[in-house]
């Protein structure tokens, strides 16, 4: 009787299943109802972690972010030259930039320059499909750039599965980068381990990948993986 009832609830599922097009429709729909998360769920919880960072920073004599949304930006006539159109949104939290205090040892007669440091920042882009990846820039400048631009440090498939807690994990990541991987304080040993995680976190979200998995890339991705285990990669280069 048993293996009858299991005959019969496989049976009933094939007649019953979905269509290719109500599997298209209910992706579409998920897809509308992603973009209205993005603005009445993701938008305010991001507006209210920024502020207390802010406070906090303030708090330690730190610099405070500068938070920017490009739907905004837009309405304010911002791109109204620009050359293509931009289809997803995105909203950038940014430390600017930051004189690097060096001498040059050997000048340029006639010219006085001070060398300058772009500050990390964190970006949140949806797609067209309403899923959302969160980005770090690390700081990058004339005499020490990141082996990537960016890092995609975490992903969701809907805005409103995004949790005010990672929000402030992500901003606290960003300041972290900002102390330990900038022109002035690199290498160091916080930096190199920070920097090499970001690398694994990325080779596994970037493609889709679990985030399980990342530990594991971290840990045991050929021997530089393990290098960097132990402080010794080189992720920056000058």
């Known amino acids: 009787?048993?293996?009858?009832?299991?005959?019969?609830?496989?049976?009933?599922?094939?007649?019953?299943?979905?269509?290719?097009?109500?599997?298209?429709?209910?992706?579409?729909?998920?897809?509308?109802?992603?973009?209205?998360?993005?603005?009445?769920?993701?938008?305010?919880?991001?507006?209210?972690?920024?502020?207390?960072?802010?406070?906090?920073?303030?708090?330690?004599?730190?610099?405070?972010?500068?938070?920017?949304?490009?739907?905004?930006?837009?309405?304010?006539?911002?791109?109204?030259?620009?050359?293509?159109?931009?289809?997803?949104?995105?909203?950038?939290?940014?430390?600017?930039?930051?004189?690097?205090?060096?001498?040059?040892?050997?000048?340029?007669?006639?010219?006085?320059?001070?060398?300058?440091?772009?500050?990390?920042?964190?970006?949140?882009?949806?797609?067209?499909s309403g899923s959302v990846i969160a980005l770090l820039y690390p700081p990058s400048s004339e005499v020490a750039k990141p082996l990537k631009p960016y890092y995609v440090v975490d992903s969701w498939a809907n805005p409103a599965s995004?949790?005010?807690?990672?929000?402030?994990?992500?901003?606290?990541?960003?300041n972290e980068a900002d102390l330990f991987c900038g022109a002035a304080t690199y290498p160091n040993s916080r930096g190199q381990r920070l920097l090499a995680m970001l690398e694994a976190r990325d080779a596994v979200l970037a493609k889709g990948g679990s985030r399980i998995w990342v530990w594991l890339c971290y840990t045991f991705k050929a021997t530089t993986g393990v290098l960097r285990l132990y402080g010794i990669g080189k992720p920056i280069v000058p």
Do not use: C
């Not at 009933?12 to 429709?25: D, M, S």
């Not at 949790?163 to 990541?173: F, G, S, T, V, Y």
């Open 1 to 128: 009787m048993r293996l009858l009832s299991k005959f019969s609830d496989g049976y009933r599922y094939l007649v019953n299943a979905p269509t290719l097009i109500e599997i298209a429709q209910h992706m579409h729909l998920e897809a509308y109802f992603s973009r209205v998360n993005w603005k009445a769920h993701l938008l305010p919880i991001i507006e209210a972690e920024v502020q207390s960072f802010s406070s906090q920073q303030r708090t330690q004599h730190l610099k405070e972010p500068h938070m920017s949304v490009l739907s905004q930006d837009v309405a304010r006539g911002y791109f109204d030259n620009q050359k293509s159109e931009i289809w997803g949104d995105s909203i950038t939290i940014s430390l600017g930039r930051r004189p690097i205090p060096a001498i040059a040892v050997a000048p340029v007669k006639g010219s006085i320059k001070i060398l300058s440091e772009e500050q990390p920042s964190l970006v949140f882009s949806q797609f067209v």
């Open 162 to 174: 995004v949790r005010p807690k990672r929000i402030k994990q992500l901003l606290a990541l960003m």
